[in-house]
Every structure is written in structure tokens, then in C-alpha cells.
């Protein structure tokens, strides 16, 4: 249903923008003896498809974006709880295991929450990245 609505929107911002083409065209007739009408008219008829288009192309981006949010917040979670749990120290496959993430994504996440809360990282000699997040 997404793709429909998008494959709609897009057409309705054409549609938007054919008026706008001839609204600036009347603008730049000088044989056009009522340049304002045709102008104000071309207009309302330009906005009206193109509100249209952003309505339903916002629409059918609604569930993938409440999705990522609901996404980040379960990551957040995962990661104070573990946090919590290891008193700050825990290694990058633990949170992989706890946030049941590919290692890629779980690094990511960690190295962005290690640049907000100015947390260290070492690796071990097997290789493993342990973060530190300092708790007080």
C-alpha cells in the first residue's frame, strides 16, 4: 500500500507542478490580460495536489519511521540495562547478544553512544572491544 500511496503523492506533485509551470507561464505572457487572476488561480490549483502529495507521501512514511523509533528506544534500553547490569564495562558481542544485532549495528550504536557519554574502549588481546561508561 506504501508504494501506491508514494507512486500517488509523486504524481500529485506533478500534477502541482504542471500549475505552477503555467501560473509562471501566464506571469510571463504579456499578451495575458489578467495576469493576477491566472497567476492567484494557477496557484491555488498548484498548492492544492502538492498539499495532497505531502499528506499522503507522509502517510505512507509514517510506519517505517515509528518503527525506527520504536527501534531506538528498545536499543536504548538494552543498552542502560546492560550498562546497569555490567557496571559500565561489557564487551561489544555482549551488547550484540543482548540487542540480538549483527556486530556491524552493534558497533555503530555503541561508537555513537560512546561519543555522548565520552566513554573509553579497549581491545583485547583475543580481539574483543570493551567499552567503559563511567557511572558517576
Not at 504579456?30 to 487572476?37: A, G, I, K, N, T
Not at 496557484?43 to 525506527?68: C, D, E, T
Request: charged letters at 20%.
Amino acid at each position: 500500500m506504501s508504494i501506491l500511496k508514494r507512486s500517488i503523492a509523486i504524481g500529485l506533485f506533478g500534477l502541482g507542478g504542471l500549475f505552477a509551470a503555467v501560473s509562471v507561464d501566464a506571469l510571463l505572457d504579456p499578451q495575458e490580460e489578467d495576469r493576477v487572476l491566472s497567476v492567484l488561480v494557477g496557484s491555488v490549483m498548484a498548492a492544492v495536489p502538492a498539499a495532497g502529495g505531502i499528506w499522503l507521501w507522509r502517510s505512507a512514511n509514517a510506519p517505517r519511521l515509528k518503527a525506527q523509533a520504536a527501534e531506538a528506544q528498545r536499543l536504548q534500553s538494552v543498552f542502560y540495562q546492560l550498562v546497569e547490569e555490567k557496571q559500565g564495562k561489557f564487551t561489544l558481542i555482549e551488547f550484540a547478544i543482548a540487542a540480538q544485532l549483527p556486530g556491524d549495528k552493534a558497533r555503530a550504536f555503541l561508537d555513537e553512544q560512546s561519543k555522548s557519554f565520552g566513554a573509553d574502549y579497549d581491545v583485547t588481546d583475543k580481539g574483543d572491544i570493551v567499552y567503559q561508561f563511567l557511572l558517576g
